[in-house]
Structure formats: structure tokens, C-alpha cells
């Protein structure tokens, strides 16, 4: 357990205490199916990602599942997980992200650009608080 | 990076190859401020949360940010997170589970129980390959 300084709540003119968005994905028929097999290569996609979208990562894990591979990336702004079935090309990405200097869109763009899924399937979910 | 053999596609019976359910939510208002501030007893919440829905748990880590506290659960059929910002008595959770042996309603009660707070905005996606 680490000690860290916050940056999870909005900058100065916030109209929220917490500005959070959660932004998730199936990824059906990815291409890239050696990336969903390496744990070694997934961490460095998402890393890339959260570079992209802003954020800093605090600490990233994987773990070699059957087949697949899950990564998580806890960030100083929430956490960014892959989970993967390289035997379905098949994967579910999540990139939570808290204030307004982060963009989990572009994290999420990164990850699907890196995947190269046929089709996505994405949601979004509000996690604030006003 | 840990092998573990695979535990997140579905049983015998299956109607689908991968079976995943994501149960999140916000958490307004919680009476139980001590527990958004611990690191060590949030762990044992989420833990506890994790054996009620039937999953396996790989590994568990927190950490102290600001005023508030991030866990990350990796379970073999995917993770739980919770965020805490105990200066606004709020937190959001995360349960995201695959296989049909696995709840992760039951495990989402599990955390509003020991949180306590007054208002829950809850959400499900489904994480399913047909």
C-alpha cells in the first residue's frame, strides 16, 4: 500500500467534486491475435493508452489466464483493465478515468487501434459526483 | 506475470462461449467513513465480497490516494475495483465476473452492505461473446 498525493477530483472550476467517466468495450474478432496472447506486449499497449489519454499510472499487473491475459493498470486518476480469449479473439477493455485532464476515449481508441477488432461494442458510464 | 489455468468461460450447457457480467455502481452518501479510508479493512471487504460471488481470488492491492483509497481485486473470472473519496463519503464500485458459477450481484451487495451508503446508482453491461 503506497501513499500518494490525490489527482482524482476536478481541477479549479469544477462543476463537479468528482468528474468521472468509465469507458468500456467488447472487441469481437481482433486481428492482432499474438497481442492477445502476450501479457509482456498488452502492458506496453496499455500503457501507451493511458499516455495517451493523460493519465499516470501508478502500478500495472498481468496475469496469464488459460489461453488469455488479463492486464491492470491502477492510475493515480481510477484503473485500466484488458481482460483477453485469444481462442475467440475476443477481449473487454475498461479505461475509468477521474478529471478532466484525462481523455478515456482516446485511451480506449488506443487500446481498439492496437487490438484491431472487427467490431466494438462500447459503453459509457458516468461515475460522478456533483 | 503468473500461469493459471482458465476459469472465465462458461461450464457445460454453455449458450455462450464467454459469459460476463458487469455489475457497477456509485455510491452516494456512505455512513461507514472509516471503511473508505482503510486500505487493509477495504481489502477485507472486497475479499469477503469475492468469496459471496463465488469467485477466485489471484491477487489483491490497494493504495492510498489523498484522502481516499483504490483496491483492485484481479479474480480468475475477471476483477473487482473500488475508488473511495471519504472527504465527499463516496465511493464507486466495479464487480466483473465471467462464468455462470460466479454473482456478482450477490458481490456488489457485499460492498453496499459494509459501505452503507444512502443512494446507489447501479449499472450492468454485459460482457458476452455469443
Known sequence: MAQIPSSRTNGSGAQMRVFGLHVYGNFYECANTELLKSP???EKVVLEAAREG???VLDIKSWKIGEGV???AIILESHITVHT???YRFATVDVYSCGGHTNPHRAFEVLAEALKP???EKG?????LE
Open 40 to 42: 509482456e506486449e498488452l
Open 118 to 120: 472487427a467490431r466494438v
Open 70 to 72: 488479463s492486464v491492470v
Open 124 to 128: 459509457v458510464a458516468e461515475r460522478h
Open 85 to 87: 480469449w485469444p481462442e
Open 54 to 56: 493523460g493519465m499516470t
